[in-house]
Structures are given as C-alpha cells and as structure tokens.
C-alpha cells in the first residue's frame, strides 16, 4: 500500500522524539492548506500514516515540526529565539502510490532529513 510517513530523532539526546507536534501541508493554487495533524509516539513515530492508499498524489508537500516546543519539555536551556524551532520541509512527491519515508534528525542546534524507506 502506498504511503507518506515520518519519524523524528532526538541526536542530542540518542532517543527517539516523543510528543513532537507535525503538521502535513499541501501546497494548492492559493498557498498550502493543512491535510493532517499529529503528535510522534514514544518511538517518535506517527501512529498511522499522515497520507495512504488513493491520498498519496503527486504534488508538493510541506512538514512542520515544533521541535522548539520538544527541547523545552525536556528542559533543554535554549536561547530566546531558540536557533532551531520550528522546522519545515518542503518536498516533493513525483509519483502516485509511492512509499515515502520523511525522517527528521534534530538536536537544539541542526536538523538533516532524507528520503526513508
């Protein structure tokens, strides 16, 4: 089946990010309009796909996660504004009922994605 996914990683701390808010976004003809809403699990992963089956198209897509409002949880001292805090992923999906993974790497400090398996 296909399907769009994310996890999040914590490479400061080595863990998975727990409770880290993600928001899916498509981008349509007046600007993005927000497809999906929900927050990591223990594993730092989504509990169900944020898209699947008929749902993953072609197009482009955008990720938000409040990784700023993680790190603060943890009680992790940042600076006011944190050097990293929201961070957005802007993507692109090329082919219908593809498996696309979107994994974030994040730390106070960077962040890198990749495209998962």
């Known amino acids: 089946m296909s399907k769009l996914s994310t996890h999040v990683l914590d490479t400061a701390g080595g863990r998975p990010a727990a409770g880290v808010a993600v928001v899916l976004w498509v981008a349509d003809g007046d600007g993005w309009r927000e497809l999906a809403r929900t927050?990591?699990?223990?594993?730092?992963?989504?509990?169900?796909?944020?898209?699947?089956?008929?749902?993953?198209?072609p197009g482009r897509y955008r990720l938000t996660f409040a990784a700023g409002?993680?790190?603060?949880?943890?009680?992790?001292?940042?600076?006011?504004?944190?050097?990293?805090?929201?961070?957005?992923?802007?993507?692109?999906?090329?082919?219908?009922?593809?498996?696309?993974?979107?994994?974030?790497?994040?730390?106070?400090?960077?962040?890198?994605?990749?495209?998962?398996?």
């Open 39 to 57: 927050t990591t699990n223990a594993d730092g992963r989504t509990d169900v796909p944020l898209l699947s089956g008929d749902a993953v198209r």
């Open 69 to 117: 409002d993680y790190f603060r949880r943890l009680g992790v001292e940042l600076p006011e504004p944190p050097f990293v805090d929201v961070v957005t992923l802007d993507f692109g999906l090329a082919e219908a009922g593809g498996h696309y993974h979107v994994p974030l790497l994040v730390s106070p400090w960077s962040w890198s994605t990749y495209r998962g398996s």
